[in-house]
């Protein structure tokens, strides 16, 4: 009789599940790195906000403003994208249509893009001199 209770035996074989092993040691090494980097900024933002006088500066004009101007520029985007980013994705699931490959590519294309050639893209065709 084996020593694995018959919960952790597989279905299908008989024979114990194969055992997990740690990470190696240079992924683990990686992985705190990329944490260290994403987290970094977020202690940097804690350790330099002024906590003592923090009702006034958010309750000041300036963060009302910014504020504000969130509110609505993320509001107008939720709207726009449901507007005719749902009818778009319905095209490309359930129509057939000339040129739908195309449109997938270009509809794609900002996921894969970084932000900032993404940005610049943005100020070119929507900035004071834009199109």
């Known amino acids: 009789m084996s020593s694995v209770p018959d919960s952790r035996r597989s ?13 190696p040691a ?13 987290a970094l900024p977020f202690v940097g933002l804690i350790i330099r ?14 963060a009302l403003t910014a ?8 509001t107008a ?16 699931a359930r129509a057939s249509f000339r040129g739908k490959t195309l449109v997938r590519a270009v509809v794609v294309l900002p996921l894969v893009m970084p932000p900032v050639v993404a940005g610049v893209g943005l100020l070119a065709a929507f900035g004071r001199r834009g199109i």
């Open 11 to 23: 279905p299908t074989t008989g024979s114990s599940p194969p055992r997990r092993r740690g990470a």
């Open 26 to 38: 240079g992924f683990a090494a990686l992985a705190a790195a990329g944490v260290l980097l994403v």
């Open 49 to 62: 906000t002024p906590w003592t006088r923090i009702l006034e500066v958010l309750g000041s004009e300036t």
């Open 67 to 74: 504020l504000r101007l969130s509110l609505v520029v993320a």
């Open 77 to 92: 985007a939720a709207a726009i994208s449901l507007l005719t980013g749902f009818p778009l994705a319905w095209m490309l």
